[in-house]
């Protein structure tokens, strides 16, 4: 085991080693991920006062049929696995590690503009979820009309379309399945908020790869 986690460490330093010696990537690599912050400063400082504006409640069919069931922790087991599994998996890949902050960039600027423009209510039945990453960085509140589009939907499958071994694409594709179903059974969001999540997150995916697109043959 400590042989593998050795070679493991060797190879993504090998990896590394070339690709900062490379001053284009380091640039992209840079304002990527300034850029990344930003927009997750600006989305943080947003999300608490979007609690406070007026908003409208959509009628969801979907919704209307069952009961909602608590899910919270089956959520989060599956998110946050998802990503300290696909991020470790992409550390010997730096050039797909910049496409996933380009991507996450571009998510999380929709996400403002979206639900700035589409300030939904909360569904009536909610159970909320508390997403102890969310309220660290939103002040420590429970938030409850970050709803158009779902981000965690979007999140798991931005990680499954950056992910390079099949394997665990296929085991992020299924996670973000499920992910989907758990935060409409939780009520946390409508049917449309997941349904859309991930044509946004391949969207950002796709921009972010036409933006490299001289590096397709490396990543």
């Known amino acids: 085991m400590k042989m593998k986690t050795v070679q493991h460490f060797k190879e993504i330093n090998e990896a590394w080693k070339p690709a900062l010696l490379d001053k284009a990537f380091r640039t992209k690599m840079i304002i990527s991920v300034l850029l990344l912050a930003i927009a997750l400063f600006f989305l943080a400082s947003f999300l608490p006062y979007n609690e406070t504006r007026p908003g409208f409640t959509l ?5 209307k049929t069952f009961t909602p069931i608590d899910l919270t922790w089956i959520t989060f087991i599956l998110i946050y696995g998802a990503l300290l599994v696909g991020l470790a998996s992409l550390a010997k890949y730096p050039r797909r590690i910049l496409i996933a902050f380009q991507s996450y960039t571009l998510v999380a600027s929709l996400r403002l503009i979206t639900i700035y423009f589409l300030p939904f209510n909360a569904p009536p039945d909610i159970i909320p979820m508390k997403d102890p990453f969310v309220e660290f960085f939103g002040g420590g509140q429970t938030l409850l009309r970050d709803l158009f589009f779902s ?4 999140t798991m499958f931005l990680l499954a379309l950056v992910a390079k071994n099949k394997i665990l694409k296929g ?17 946390v969001h409508y049917t449309v908020d997941v349904i859309i999540a991930p044509f946004i997150a391949y969207a950002g995916y796709r ?12 990543i």
């Open 171 to 187: 085991i992020l594709v299924v996670s973000t399945i499920l992910v989907a179903v758990a935060v409409l059974a939780q009520h």
């Open 207 to 218: 921009i972010s790869r036409l933006i490299n697109k001289n590096k397709k043959k490396s």
């Open 151 to 154: 981000g965690h939907t979007a």
């Open 59 to 63: 009628d969801d069919p979907l919704l």
